[in-house]
């Protein structure tokens, strides 16, 4: 199973990288647009395409360390369960972790997830779901991408973070902790 899960992570978070660099793309020039133009249907429509801008530069620094560490050192604390809950960037992550910190530190991989959700709901609320292209809407097409790519990238991490969460699971039933890998060691 471990040759499964690793080259699952790898797809999964490539899938993530790809598309958020799409969005990341969709957002930056519709924001570019928006600051020179300013030709936005209403300011929260704007300030909701920054917020996907966000989240594609939040999620394309973060996903790229995860997916090296976890391929180069899987067996490392950075690749653990832990981390791959916790996301974390602080000093703490080299320090052991307990079960506290599992669960009351925050999460990334959820906090993430977290973004991508509120960033697409938004989008979808301040457009009513869906434009209807035949009613002129400025950058309509831009606009629809961008949402379908931000639910997308959610429906993609919503699976992830419930199989990190069965991969937990296995973990601490073997008793190894959160500190202990995503993979059993062979």
């Not at 035949?134 to 831009?142: E, I, L, M, T």
């Not at 379908?148 to 993609?156: G, L, R, T």
Request: charged fraction near 10%; glycine fraction near 8%; include cysteine.
């Amino acid at each position: 199973m471990g040759g499964a899960v690793r080259l699952g992570h790898s797809v999964t978070l490539g899938v993530v990288i790809f598309f958020s660099i799409i969005t990341l793309s969709i957002s930056a020039w519709l924001s570019s647009r928006y600051s020179s133009h300013h030709n936005y249907i209403n300011t929260s429509e704007r300030d909701r395409v920054r917020f996907l801008l966000f989240c594609s530069v939040w999620t394309i620094v973060l996903a790229p360390v995860f997916l090296a560490t976890f391929l180069v050192a899987p067996a490392h604390i950075i690749a653990s369960v832990a981390a791959h809950g916790i996301w974390c960037a602080a000093p703490s992550v080299f320090k052991p972790l307990t079960m506290s910190h599992f669960f009351l530190r925050g999460c990334r991989l959820f906090v993430t997830w977290v973004f991508w959700l509120s960033g697409a709901a938004s989008l979808a609320q301040s457009i009513g779901g869906r434009l209807n292209c035949s009613r002129h809407f400025v950058y309509c097409g831009q606009i629809n991408a961008l949402e379908a790519f931000a639910w997308i990238i959610w429906v993609i991490l919503t699976f992830a973070l419930v199989f990190v969460m069965l991969l937990g699971k296995k973990t601490l039933s073997r008793g190894e902790g959160p500190r202990g890998p995503l993979v059993a060691a062979v």
